[in-house]
Each structure stands twice: as C-alpha cells, then as structure tokens.
C-alpha cells in the first residue's frame, strides 16, 4: 500500500497578486452593496407606488431599449389631472420589443414620484423578483468577498510560516 503524499503547502502571493486580489475584493464588494441596493430599491419602489401611488395614465413618447428588452417613457397624468410628470419610465409584466407599436396610453398605472427618476408601475409588476435578486446579489458579493479575503490571509501566513 501506498501512503499518499501530503499536500504541498502554497507558494505565498506576491505583493502585485495580493494588490490585485484586494482590489477585487474591493470591486465585488462595490457591487454587491450598490448592485444589490439598487435592485431592492426599485423593487420597494414599485412595491409601494402599487400600494399608494396616484394612479393615472402614462402616454408613451419614446422607448428605450436594452440588450433583451425594451420599456416605454412617457407623459403621466393623474386621473384628477393634479400630477403631470414628463420622462416617466414604465415598468410592467409585459415585454416590450424594438418593433412594437408605440400604444397610445396605459391607463391604471401608479407614479413612484421621484424627483430624479419618475417611474410609473403597472398592476401586473411583482416588486418580489426585485426585492430577491438584489438580496442575492448583496449576500453572494458580500460572501465570495470574504472567501477572497480568507484565501488571502491564509496564503499570507503560508508565506510567513514557510521562511520561518
């Protein structure tokens, strides 16, 4: 029988890898606390504009699209006509495509009226997938940062512990 061989203990990094593993442990971390805030945002955002929100009729204008989808900007204004907000991104269930013919107006939509970006949801927008993605997104950065972390240090003190 043969005995098997002991690991090889790991060479230590040198001070350039662990500049670079530090900086993307920094970038991951980034990510993840902004990625994931971000995403949540947007998902309570909907969550309560659908809860409380004036509900009104958006007017699409333009449409901006991304890599997979498309969505609709637009003209909103309140069923008593007190609100009118102008840029107002929609967010809905439904996929919109480059070649789709702009609607006349969506009715029963309610404004999130933010200053900065004003986004109108229709009653079919689950706020849930939000909410969990961007959650996801927060604990796997946070998480795979302090692996990195970890690995780091360990390969520190095999370096420490090999010139002794």
Do not use: Q
């Not at 890898?17 to 995403?39: D, E, H, K, P, S």
């Not at 309560?48 to 449409?63: E, I, K, M, N, S």
């Not at 004003?118 to 939000?130: C, E, I, L």
């Not at 520190?156 to 010139?163: F, I, Q, S, V, Y």
């Amino acid at each position: 029988m043969t005995t098997p061989k002991p690991p090889k203990p790991s060479k230590p990094l040198s001070k350039g890898g662990r500049v670079v593993i530090w900086t993307l442990i920094m970038f991951i971390v980034t990510l993840g606390v902004f990625g994931g805030i971000a995403v949540i945002a947007d998902g309570v955002d909907g969550g309560d504009a659908l809860a409380d929100g004036p509900v009104g009729t958006l007017t699409p204008t333009d449409r901006e699209c991304g890599d997979v989808s498309c969505w609709w900007i637009g003209e909103f204004v309140s069923e008593d006509g007190a609100i009118t907000r102008s840029g107002v991104v929609l967010r809905d269930a439904e996929t919109v495509r480059r070649g789709d013919p702009m609607p006349s107006g969506i009715d029963n939509v309610r404004l999130h009226d933010d200053p900065e970006r004003p986004t109108a949801y229709t009653d079919d927008y689950n706020p849930v997938p939000g909410i969990v993605i961007g959650g996801f997104l927060l604990v796997f950065c946070l998480v795979t940062a302090v692996l990195l972390a970890r690995m780091v240090r360990r390969h520190k003190r095999a370096g420490h512990a090999a010139a002794a």
